[in-house]
């Protein structure tokens, strides 16, 4: 660490993927700062589900325990937005609202934003009727009358996959023009259509989704979101990102960005990861930051080595 280092990493996010990350640098005894904006992803939902050892815990619970557990090896987790990433590999400088860090290495994980249909109703819903993954809440309303929103091309997937667990699944295409083929899908697997544009979301007991003036009454409803990686920080400093929509940072095996010194995992680059893999991908980047952190020790070691014994006089 350079002598007028704050921390050897500063993590940007404290979610499961910042954590993860921070927890394998303080284990390896790298002095580590994570800074917290302090609102994820998830911090809509009652409950997290799908992550082996903490299915059905509270989201806010679970960054609890993580930041406890960070916090047992030094790693100091401090609320705060970090404003900009400046400098290099080793001087790297992380403007905040309220001062700067200094750092060696940068892990960004950032997390995203869920962009939702601009439906009246239908955000002040959002993680309570109003939901987006089957995998996480599917089980929790089988055999339930289950509706999806139309919005984007993955409204259909989720229309289907959702047949898995309920035999009362209804299709709101709303801005979404079906073709031929999916509506044909839609009905083979049971799958009602209800034409027409969704013009308001309520929660009257049922979940109430009115089209044309007609109520319809459901238990819950799913719709996909269009996802926007909080990659802000990460475009600033000249991280590369993917042709395609989302247009997400690209990070090679080891997490790496584009920019020498400067990593980035979970959602901010993944962004259908679940939380089971934001973990994997945080303590991942955590080995891959350690490591490059001991090439430079290394390095710095073998010049001031003395090579051999002294010269005999």
């Known amino acids: 660490m350079t002598a007028d280092a704050t921390a050897e990493v500063v993590v940007v996010g404290g979610g499961v993927a910042g954590l993860s990350a921070a927890l394998v640098l303080g284990r390896s005894r790298r002095r580590v700062i994570v800074v917290d904006a302090g609102e994820p992803r998830n911090r809509y939902a009652h409950l997290a589900h799908g992550f082996l050892g903490h299915d059905g815990v509270p989201p806010s619970e679970l960054l609890e325990r993580g930041r406890a557990e960070v916090e047992r090896y030094d790693v100091e987790v401090r609320p705060g937005r970090v404003l900009a ?35 009246p109703g239908l955000e002040e819903q959002w993680g309570r009727r109003v939901l987006s993954c089957p995998y996480c809440h599917g089980w929790e309303h089988r055999e339930q009358r289950i509706a999806v929103l139309g919005f984007n091309s993955w409204s259909v997937h989720t229309a289907l996959l959702l047949t898995q667990w309920s035999d009362d699944v209804t299709f709101f295409p709303h801005c979404w023009r079906l073709s031929e083929d999916e509506e044909r899908q839609l009905l083979a697997r049971g799958v009602q259509i209800v034409p027409g544009d969704v013009e308001e979301v309520t929660d009257a007991g049922p979940l109430v989704i009115r089209v044309g003036g007609m109520p319809y009454e459901l238990d819950v409803a799913f719709v996909t979101s269009t996802v926007e990686p909080l990659d802000e920080l990460l475009k600033q400093v000249g991280c590369a990102t993917a042709d395609a929509p989302p247009n997400a940072v690209v990070v090679n095996a080891a997490g790496a960005t584009s920019v020498a010194g400067i990593y980035a995992a979970g959602n901010v680059v993944d962004t259908v990861a679940q939380l089971v893999n934001s973990a994997a991908e945080g303590a991942r980047v955590g080995t891959s930051v350690n490591q490059s952190l001991l090439d430079d020790d290394v390095a710095s070691a073998l010049v001031s080595a003395v090579v051999g014994p002294p010269a005999a006089t």
């Open 85 to 119: 990433i400046e400098g290099q590999i080793n001087e790297f400088t992380l403007r905040l609202e309220d001062g700067e860090l200094t750092a060696n290495r940068v892990v960004v994980a950032t997390g995203l934003h869920d962009r939702l249909p601009d439906i």
